[in-house]
Structures are given as structure tokens and as C-alpha cells.
């Protein structure tokens, strides 16, 4: 099975700070993303990649940035953390967008902004 | 762009009972309609999808029915079990515009009562 591992579960960081979150995935898949999770306002997406070096604006892309330098990592930056980025991250991963859409999904980061 | 809008945000049935799930979309072009199933302190993970070519789908007690001139599909879970409590999110996707991703709906918290 595919597994897509976020390296934290929770993670607190105050007002100003910047915040790497980082996701693997071992099933050599081209395409990566990185979801937000709120509470009424369902997934929402702030980045994607097709490949190494590449990415994509989501719906949400204001205060954050990606990396992917290697095709198995895909990290999420936070330049200055805010309060209102306060959420549940979702990373997931899928093996390409025109056949096989399954995406498969990590279990999450909760990330608290103080 | 795509709007997926779904209902009910919380449904609770008793065990033994049906349950359905509603959602609606914008874009007439939209042709992929996943949905996930989301666990407690997981990641969402597909359960079911249907392209716009067919109208119904079944998998044992999950089935998902779609109309494309109303604009709408449903997932039906039929004698659900105190294991099918999660969060369901349904998607909608249209292949080869500008905009070739996912857009998820609110969610919906089903609890079902043993």
C-alpha cells in the first residue's frame, strides 16, 4: 500500500515563526499535494506539484510556499506563521492526474499558531 | 470556477439504517465525482467514484448515483454499521480545462447509533 508520511502529528508555533511541514511518500508518484482542513470550509488546496522542481498555486496560496527538490518530498513552508493559519494539513500524493485519480493521503498535521 | 456544495453537515441514523449524502456542483464540464471517507485522526481515503458517463455505481453497501443535467450526486450507504462514523467529503474534477483538480465539498459527520 501506499503510504504518505507527514513528519509531525501536532505542532505548536507562535506569531512570526517559520514553519516547515514535510511529507513522503514511497510510491515514486509524480503528483503531490498540500490540503488545509477547516472545520465547515472542507479541503482546500494551497499547493500542488507534477514533478520535481515544479509547483502550482492552489485556491489558497497566500503565506505559504512549497519545495520539492527530491520526487518523494514535498514540504510545506509557512514564512511568517499567523494565527489564521491555524489548521489541520493534509498532504497527499496520487500516481497521475489524467488516469488515476486516487489520491492518497497522509494522516495530517494539526498546527497551532500562538 | 467549481463550487461543490454538500448536505446534511451531520446526519445520525441508527445502525441497520440508510444512509444518504447529497452534493451539488457548478460546473456543467465537471466529469470525475469522487467521495472520501474520513476516520478519526486519519487521512481521507476514496471510497467510490463515478465518471459522467454512467449514472450509478455500486460497491457491496456504498453506491453513488449521478445526475448530470441537475447537477447533483449522492452517495447511499445502505444497512450501515457503527463503523461507517466518519467524515465523508464528496469532489468533483473537470479534465482538461485551465483548473485540473479536485474540488472538495464541506464534508458530512455521519454518527451511527449502535
Known amino acids: 500500500d501506499v503510504k504518505v508520511t507527514q513528519s509531525s502529528r501536532y505542532l505548536v508555533k507562535r506569531t512570526g515563526e517559520k514553519v516547515f511541514l514535510e511529507c513522503v511518500q514511497d510510491m515514486d508518484h509524480e503528483n503531490m499535494f498540500w490540503y488545509r482542513q477547516d472545520p465547515g470550509l472542507g479541503l482546500r488546496l494551497i499547493y500542488f506539484s507534477y514533478d520535481v522542481k515544479m509547483k502550482e498555486k492552489g485556491d489558497i496560496p497566500e503565506g505559504y510556499s512549497v519545495s520539492r527538490e527530491k520526487k518523494e518530498r514535498f514540504s510545506l513552508i509557512l514564512e511568517s506563521a499567523s494565527t489564521n493559519q491555524t489548521s489541520m494539513y493534509l498532504c497527499?500524493?496520487?500516481?497521475?492526474?489524467?488516469?488515476?485519480?486516487?489520491?492518497?493521503f497522509g494522516s495530517g498535521t494539526q498546527l497551532s499558531v500562538l | 470556477g467549481e463550487n461543490v456544495e454538500q448536505h446534511p453537515s451531520t446526519l445520525s441514523v441508527q445502525e441497520g439504517d440508510s444512509a444518504v449524502i447529497k452534493c451539488t456542483y457548478s460546473?456543467?464540464?465537471?466529469?470525475?465525482f469522487p467521495w472520501y471517507k474520513q476516520e478519526l485522526g486519519k487521512g481521507p481515503q476514496l471510497i467510490i467514484d463515478i465518471r459522467s458517463n454512467v449514472g450509478e455505481k455500486k460497491d457491496q453497501r456504498i453506491a453513488v448515483t449521478l445526475n448530470k443535467t441537475a447537477k447533483h450526486f449522492s452517495l447511499h450507504i445502505t444497512e450501515t454499521q457503527p463503523e461507517d462514523s466518519a467524515v465523508y467529503f464528496c469532489a468533483a474534477r473537470r479534465y482538461g480545462g485551465a483548473t485540473n483538480k479536485l474540488i472538495f465539498g464541506t464534508g458530512t459527520l455521519l454518527a451511527v447509533q449502535p
Open positions: 460546473d456543467s464540464a465537471s466529469n470525475y
Open positions: 497527499a500524493s496520487s500516481l497521475s492526474t489524467a488516469t488515476n485519480e486516487k489520491l492518497f
